[in-house]
């Protein structure tokens, strides 16, 4: 089993490229596909305090502190938290950061934020059981937990037991890169769980990096909220803006099969 100072070694040592490929605006599934739809269902937060789980460099927290919210954020990783204060102190938009495991957050209070989001970053936690029940603790009653994961029927990853591709998109033969042709997606196996190694080398990226994932079923997911006194509410399967198509060909694919899920639940 991977332990959680292997994971957090891992983005630590991506926390560069990983910060330049946010901040560059070089991340356009974040762009252009799951950050709008995120936001959209999180709504007004102005005035709420947000607790903001696997923050990684701070993105999401400017976000949601600009839109007035009082924000906390968390990462495991310490290299991506010194990125995030770092720009804190340029910006001083009130924003606290802690390197914290998030599925162990007894620093704060029971019943003390509003809202807590996780934004496509719970599919990277290995004990997600316990991050959803320490989700749900802080949360003050009726508070919100918003959280984004790559979609669990259409992951990509290679499962590091049998060295296979956990799913595969199929491409239209003969055309470039750039301008690929995506006809379907292929998953073999659906059932069960497996730790996944996501291999990151796009071209756009300042240098490539490895980080691990786990792969578990929406019933996984869902049953995990039930257990930690959590509603679900609403769920979305965002689709690329159509600037993000025109600009971006690749998100084409994904108006026809999704690349994440969003899910609001509510504390009961």
């Known amino acids: 089993m991977v332990r959680n100072d292997d994971l957090s070694e891992q983005w630590d040592e991506a926390a560069e490229p990983w910060t330049d490929f946010v901040r560059k605006g070089k991340d356009f599934y974040r762009e252009e596909?799951?950050?709008?739809?995120?936001?959209?269902?999180?709504?007004?937060?102005?005035?709420?305090?947000?607790?903001?789980?696997?923050?990684?460099?701070?993105?999401?927290?400017?976000?949601?502190?600009?839109?007035g919210a009082r924000v906390v954020g968390v990462d495991f990783s310490e290299r991506l938290i010194e990125f995030a204060r770092q720009l804190e102190k340029k910006e001083r938009l009130g924003i606290e950061y802690f390197v914290y495991d998030a599925a162990n957050l007894k620093m704060f209070p029971s019943r003390h934020f509003d809202v807590v989001t996780c934004i496509m970053a719970l599919m990277d936690i290995e004990n997600y059981q316990n991050a959803m029940h320490e989700a749900a603790r802080v949360l003050k009653r009726n508070g919100l937990f918003v959280f984004s994961i790559v979609h669990p029927c259409f992951e990509w990853g290679t499962v590091t037991?049998?060295?296979?591709?956990?799913?595969?998109?199929?491409?239209?033969?003969?055309?470039?890169?750039?301008?690929?042709?995506?006809?379907?997606?292929?998953?073999?196996?659906y059932f069960g769980r497996a730790k996944l190694k996501n291999s990151w080398d796009?071209?756009?990226?300042?240098?490539?990096?490895?980080?691990?994932?786990?792969?578990?079923t929406l019933t996984d997911y869902f049953r995990a909220l039930y257990n930690s006194g959590l509603l679900v509410r609403r769920l979305v399967e965002p689709k690329p803006t159509a600037k993000g198509v025109s600009k971006y060909p690749t998100l084409r694919k994904h108006k026809k099969i999704p690349q994440s899920i969003i899910i609001e639940a509510v504390k009961k």
């Not at 959209?40 to 600009?66: F, M, Q, Y």
């Not at 049998?162 to 196996?189: C, F, M, N």
């Not at 796009?202 to 578990?216: A, G, I, V, Y």
Request: charged share 30%; with cysteine; aromatic share 8%.
């Open 33 to 67: 596909m799951n950050g709008p739809a995120f936001f959209r269902l999180v709504g007004n937060v102005k005035g709420k305090k947000v607790l903001d789980l696997a923050c990684g460099e701070g993105s999401s927290t400017r976000i949601l502190a600009r839109k």
């Open 161 to 189: 037991a049998s060295g296979q591709p956990i799913g595969e998109w199929k491409y239209e033969e003969g055309t470039q890169d750039s301008s690929r042709v995506a006809l379907h997606y292929e998953r073999t196996k």
């Open 202 to 216: 796009m071209k756009r990226l300042s240098r490539p990096f490895t980080t691990t994932s786990f792969h578990r």
